[in-house]
């Protein structure tokens, strides 16, 4: 009898598996309330009850032997395992949704297909907006999504696995063309018990270069422009924690575990409702432009092009609304 390749699990591999990791839908519970800071809305917005939602965050807590919510008045927060486990979850939704768009656009219901690749906070703060304007208006596009760091994006573009791309680096990826399409301003910020969101000074860029942060990890376009700002005062200090996603960083700084910096467009919620404070910073030039990219030589065509003008007629301010 031939074994089988051991890149494919066997019965029990696959049973273990089917035991441990939690089911499609709890899993986008979980990012629902990483991103909205409430069970209530997060229940909302996966179209379940509370009780029902609050039920289903116990029931993966049971299966994976470990606290993932901390619950009070004034919402949830993520633990800081909760946040692991959030950027572990985000990346297998990611892939069952484009698992599900190919298959779709191999069984022909759909009339055209798209293949975006993005950096993490413009696709989770930004793309979302866009794709339901392109949905409106192109209802037969089926849309897969590729997120990951700027580096992780130009590689994509470049392997023509994507038809376009968006990153948030210092400057256009060698090899793309592009255009930018916004401009966003990285904040210091901490929770509200920290020491730093009691300063009544601005940090100084050696004060913000000697702290240990809660990063995003190299290659990510907002760890590139933090590094080249912080490059004259010896560079960021090791980071405190390394995440892949802006919602897992966020979310490990709304629990407390470190200050971190962050864009705007992803912290805008969580300063309003008092669960993130912003620090001030001097002497640091923390913006950066959010780019649109495609491979050198070629234009957007098709849903790619459609795409392209939406990013400029649904402006980024609607997209934290």
Same mark, same amino acid.
Request: charge should be positive; charged fraction near 25%; glycine fraction near 10%.
């Given at each position: 009898?031939?074994e ?5 699990p ?11 990791v ?5 899993l986008?519970l979980?990012?629902?309330v990483?991103r909205?800071?409430s069970?209530g809305?997060?229940?909302r917005?996966?179209?379940v009850t509370q009780?029902a ?5 116990r ?14 008045p004034?919402?949830s ?17 990611e892939?069952?949704?484009a ?12 009339d $055209? ?7 993490m906070?413009?696709?989770e ?6 794709l339901?304007a392109?949905?409106?208006?192109r ?12 580096l992780?994006?130009a590689a994509h573009?470049?392997a023509?696995?994507a ?9 256009k ?5 592009g255009?930018?399409?916004?401009r966003?301003?990285?904040?210091? /910020?901490?929770?509200?018990g920290?020491?730093?969101a ?34 004259r ?6 980071p ?7 919602t897992a960083?966020?979310a490990? /700084? ?16 969580e300063?309003?409702a ?10 640091v ?6 780019r649109?990219v ?5 234009r957007?065509?098709?849903p $790619?092009?459609?795409?392209?003008a ?5 402006p ?5 609304g």
């Amino acid at each position: 009898m031939t074994e089988a390749p051991e890149s494919v699990p066997g019965p029990g591999a696959a049973a273990r598996l089917a035991h441990r990791v939690p089911d499609l839908g709890a899993l986008q519970l979980l990012l629902a309330v990483a991103r909205l800071g409430s069970l209530g809305r997060a229940a909302r917005e996966t179209g379940v009850t509370q009780p029902a939602a609050s039920s289903r965050i116990r029931a993966m807590e049971r299966q994976l032997g470990l606290a993932l919510l901390e619950r009070s008045p004034r919402g949830s927060r993520l633990t800081e395992a909760g946040a692991l486990v959030t950027d572990w979850a985000r990346r297998v939704v990611e892939a069952a949704e484009a698992f599900d768009s190919g298959v779709q656009a191999l069984c022909g219901r759909r009339d $055209a297909r798209l293949r975006v690749a993005a950096s993490m906070t413009i696709a989770e703060y930004l793309l979302p907006g866009w794709l339901i304007a392109l949905r409106a208006e192109r209802p037969g596009t089926a849309v897969s999504l590729l997120a990951g760091n700027s580096l992780a994006v130009a590689a994509h573009l470049r392997a023509e696995e994507a038809d376009l791309g968006f990153v948030e680096g210092v400057g256009k990826p060698e090899g793309l063309d592009g255009t930018v399409i916004a401009r966003d301003r990285l904040l210091v /910020v901490a929770a509200p018990g920290h020491p730093w969101a009691r300063r009544r000074e601005p940090l100084t860029p050696r004060e913000l270069a000697g702290a240990p942060l809660i990063l995003r990890e190299s290659g990510s376009g907002t760890r590139q422009v933090l590094d080249t700002a912080l490059a004259r005062h010896g560079g960021p200090a090791a980071p405190l924690l390394e995440l892949a996603s802006t919602t897992a960083v966020k979310a490990a /700084v709304v629990s407390g575990a470190g200050p971190s910096v962050l864009s705007e467009l992803a912290v805008g919620e969580e300063l309003s409702a008092g669960r993130l404070v912003e620090v001030p910073v001097a002497g640091v030039r923390l913006r950066r432009e959010l780019r649109a990219v495609w491979p050198r030589g070629t234009r957007p065509a098709g849903p $790619a092009r459609e795409l392209l003008a939406l990013t400029r007629r649904v402006p980024a301010r609607q997209q934290r609304g």
